[in-house]
T-cell receptor
Framework: QSALTQPASVSGSPGQSITISCTGG?????????VSWYQQYPGKAPKLIIY???NRPSGVPHRFSGSKSGNTASLTISGLQAEDEADYYC???????????FGGGTKLTVL | QVQLQESDPGLVKPSETLSLTCDIS????????WSWVRQPPGKGLEWVGY???????NYTPSLKSRVTISIDTSKNQFSLKLTSVTAADTAVYFC???????????WGRGALVSISS
């Protein structure tokens, strides 16, 4: 059981927008501005796509965006493309016993 | 551009010690945290622990009694040792750099470690 809760799967058609939620608590997502998101293709290492809730590393397309409300963070992908089909993980800093926690991951299918 | 590369221990027997190293190229230890993250086959990511460039460590509680992360600045590498392994420790082990501790900005390709007799 992961510390952060994500939907197991989401899907969308090319050109559409999708949002992946990541729910935690007041000791992690709700308490800090330290939420990050990772994209992972099968057999590959995760890639950072959002850090500190809303920031995009250099080279990450603008159609990836992040937000947070209360204890839930969200990743939105606008103008969905076939290459976006991958697994997505959220991560957060926590003041609990585990310093860094991940969500269980969400498989994005582009129809 | 920082690049990380894990060693490849391959198969480890139950009850033995898993040892991995991560070679850092294209950068130095600097003022960063350096982590190990693992991913069991078909499952999600789990942070194992980190070491700061000064040598300070922090481990996830469920593994704390069995894990040691160390650093060798002269070789530009850091290492993971996990003792008394079981099949549950079978996973791809990634080394990664943490910037400001809370996010992982560079990752190694990962090393699959299988625990089997």
């Amino acid at each position: 059981q992961s510390a952060l809760t994500q939907p197991a799967s989401v899907s969308g058609s090319p050109g559409q927008s999708i949002t992946i939620s990541c729910t935690g608590g007041k000791n992690d997502i709700g308490g800090y501005k330290y939420v990050s998101w990772y994209q992972q293709y099968p057999g590959k290492a995760p890639k950072l796509i959002i850090y500190e809730v809303t920031n995009r590393p250099s080279g990450v397309p603008h159609r990836f965006s992040g937000s947070k409300s209360g204890n839930t963070a969200s990743l939105t992908i606008s103008g969905l493309q076939a290459e976006d089909e991958a697994d997505y993980y959220c991560s957060a800093y926590t003041s609990g016993t585990i310093l860094l926690v991940f969500g269980g991951g969400t498989k994005l299918t582009v129809l | 551009q920082v690049q990380l590369q894990e060693s490849d221990p391959g198969l480890v027997k139950p009850s033995e010690t898993l040892s991995l190293t991560c070679d850092i190229s294209g950068g130095s230890f600097g003022t960063y945290y350096w982590s190990w993250v693992r991913q069991p086959p078909g499952k999600g990511l789990e942070w194992v622990g980190y070491i700061y460039y000064s040598g300070t460590t922090n481990y996830t509680p469920s593994l704390k009694s069995r894990v040691t992360i160390s650093i060798d600045t002269s070789k530009n590498q850091f290492s993971l040792k996990l003792t008394s392994v079981t099949a549950a420790d079978t996973a791809v082990y990634f080394c990664a750099r943490n910037t400001n501790l809370e996010y992982f900005d560079f990752w190694g390709r990962g090393a699959l470690v299988s625990i089997s007799s």
